[in-house]
């Protein structure tokens, strides 16, 4: 009689140990699917930030005026005027003393005229 105990004793230790080996697998594998979602969601939304940013760049570069480059030249031609000649002359207006800035410290024709330049480069298209 007291083997018969034993032994249903030994088959119910081995159902709870494999029913507990079971439920220990089965959480394990829930943790990990949450953790794949937790990990999945923002690294999922950093993708779709990066693939919008960068047809929002494309798009931008795209748009970007292509007449800037002749408007280079023309700044280019115009401060090449606003140099000191060889007697030491400003070839923008002819002055033949040094240019002050604000403070009263010599400053270049190239510096001093920069307000004109800009206000002739304006127009012109
Ligand atoms: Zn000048």
């Not at 004793?9 to 394990?28: E, P, S």
């Not at 929002?56 to 280019?76: F, H």
């Amino acid at each position: 009689m007291s083997r018969v105990v034993l032994r249903v004793a030994q088959i119910v230790g081995v159902l709870v140990l494999a029913g507990l080996a079971i439920g220990v697998v089965l959480g394990l594998v829930q943790w990990l699917i949450g953790v794949a979602v937790l990990v999945a969601v923002p690294v999922g939304a950093w993708w779709l930030y990066q693939r919008i940013s960068a047809r929002n760049a494309n798009a931008v570069r795209g748009s970007t005026p292509p007449k800037a480059v002749t408007s280079g030249d023309r700044r280019a031609e115009l401060e090449r005027r606003a140099v000191l000649d060889a007697s030491g002359r400003c070839g923008w207006c002819g002055s033949a003393t040094l240019h002050k800035d604000e403070f009263g410290f010599p400053t270049t024709p190239l510096a001093f005229h920069r307000d004109e330049i800009d206000a002739k480069l304006k127009p012109s298209t």
